[in-house]
Structure formats: structure tokens, C-alpha cells
């Protein structure tokens, strides 16, 4: 069972960059697509973008595309999330999670393991 571990969240204000890492505890990470979702209060777990283990083909939701960049180090498993342009509305707890599927999907319940998460709050 591969641990993941989120870091880089924070207090930051509008219009600051962020860049969230996930890093796991084994190298097996290297043959899992990765996804990132973030949760708000009282709202739904949301799906924000994920790679693929082999080819690394990303994909955006098209809420976040244009501001969010996700890249993969498999020499260091790891995945980082590059934010820029931040928002208020951005506010949230933010997971990475491990899909041992052999396509990239996008609902949290086909996701195996899960981050503790990060939170990151944007102030105006």
C-alpha cells in the first residue's frame, strides 16, 4: 500500500502562485495515474487535473484550466500542482490521490489511496 503525502499549502493572497507537492513512500507511485481534487467547506470533493503513469498525458478540468499546471518526477515520486493566479474561491483542502486503473478518471471513488491533504487558504 503506497502512503502519499501532500505539502505545500498555506496562507496566501489573491493573485499569489502555489505549488502543492504530493510525494509517496514507494516507487510502485511510478505506475499509478495521479489526480489532485480539493474540497471546500460544504462542498463536494471536486477533481482539478490528473497525469498518467506511463505516457504522463495530463488532464484539466476546465474550471482550472489555464491557471493549474500538474507535472510528475517519478525519479523523486512525486506530483507537483503549480497554481497561479490564486483566489479566494480557491480556498480549500487540496488531495492527491493514487488510481491503480489503467486509464485516467476523474470521480474521487475510483481513486485507491489518498493524501491526508493540504490546505491552502487565498485571501483577498
Known amino acids: 500500500q503506497v502512503e502519499l503525502v501532500e505539502s505545500g499549502g498555506g496562507l496566501v493572497q489573491a493573485g499569489d502562485s502555489l505549488r502543492l507537492s504530493c510525494t509517496a513512500s514507494?516507487?510502485?507511485?511510478?505506475?499509478?495515474?495521479i489526480g489532485w481534487f480539493r474540497q471546500a467547506p460544504g462542498k463536494e470533493r471536486e477533481f482539478l487535473t490528473g497525469?498518467?503513469?506511463?505516457?504522463?498525458?495530463?488532464y484539466y478540468a476546465d474550471s482550472v484550466k489555464g491557471r493549474f499546471t500538474i507535472s510528475r518526477d517519478n525519479a523523486k515520486n512525486t506530483v507537483y500542482l503549480q497554481i497561479a493566479s490564486l483566489k479566494p474561491e480557491d480556498t480549500a483542502v487540496y488531495y492527491c490521490?493514487?488510481?491503480?486503473?489503467?486509464?485516467?478518471?476523474?470521480?474521487?471513488?475510483?481513486?485507491?489511496?489518498w493524501g491526508q491533504g493540504t490546505q491552502v487558504t487565498v485571501s483577498s
Open positions: 490521490a493514487a488510481d491503480t486503473g489503467p486509464t485516467l478518471r476523474t470521480s474521487a471513488s475510483a481513486y485507491d489511496y
Open positions: 514507494e516507487g510502485t507511485f511510478r505506475t499509478y495515474n
Open positions: 497525469v498518467t503513469s506511463n505516457s504522463g498525458r495530463q
